[in-house]
């Protein structure tokens, strides 16, 4: 992590962009492959047929967008911490559900969510500590 | 689930994986080595036709199946990469980031399961 640039090149800040684009994506894509599914053609395994679907376009720019990002960030930081973290998003998705759609959140799911921040939080922790000895 | 559903969650799973241990390679190359040379394009390219792959077959598994159904298996990407970024890539992997990672992994099959 030598050399790490600052401002709008901070692999940090980076991560972050990264994430938002692939959670909007991912409501995109779902939204997208349900309004062309076709469960009984065989082609549709491929998942090509998508592309019919304006939607999916728009996931794809912002999947190209945070992939742009995730490089950027794997030229700085290791796979072993940089990846565990992307999975914030796994956290952000039915957080979002349930604070902007009103969608009920169970007890499982919030010990998942649980356990989910207590690994995020074991992994940053030694980051940010190197952080501020910089 | 079908045999078929289950193959194609699985190679969808392992193009992803692999995906991003070459793509780390190719960007820790290009620190020393710079854009332009053919071993860092031919690296990006591989992990990016990898991502391709996986990217297609997510979408035809989403035509079929509930995004909360084929979550836990994304979730198990973190501990592959993990572990598979020490094995492969020689990354240091403390018995904290270990944790972490499994943490991480329960935590999205429970999310998700639930």
Excluded: H
């Amino acid at each position: 992590m030598q050399n790490r640039p600052s401002g709008f090149g901070n692999p940090w800040l980076q991560l972050g962009l990264s994430v938002v684009c692939v959670i909007v994506s991912e409501f995109l894509l779902k939204r997208g492959a349900t309004d062309i599914a076709e469960p009984d053609s065989a082609f549709s395994w491929t998942g090509i047929n998508g592309l019919a679907s304006p939607l999916v376009w728009w996931a794809i720019l912002l999947i190209i967008a945070s992939f742009i990002s995730w490089l950027y960030v794997l030229r700085y930081v290791p796979l072993t911490v940089a990846y565990p973290l992307s999975r914030i998003v796994d956290v952000l998705v039915p957080l979002g559900c349930w604070i902007f759609l009103g969608e009920l959140i169970s007890a499982l799911r919030w010990c998942g969510i649980a356990l989910v921040i207590i690994g995020l939080a074991l992994v940053a922790k030694p980051i940010a500590q190197i952080e501020e000895r910089l | 689930m079908s045999i078929l559903a289950f193959f194609f969650i699985v190679v969808s799973l392992l193009s992803f994986v692999l995906a991003q241990l070459i793509l780390k390679r190719a960007m820790e190359f290009s620190a020393t080595n710079g854009l332009r040379n053919s071993r860092f394009v031919s690296l990006a390219a591989t992990g990016i036709a990898l991502m391709t792959v996986s990217f297609f077959l997510t979408l035809g598994l989403l035509q079929r199946f509930d995004l909360s159904y084929l979550y836990p298996f994304q979730g198990l990407s973190v501990i592959f990469i993990t572990l598979l970024a020490a094995m492969v890539l020689k990354e240091k992997l403390s018995a904290r980031l270990t944790l972490g990672a499994l943490l991480i992994t329960a935590g999205i099959v429970l999310v998700s399961m639930s």
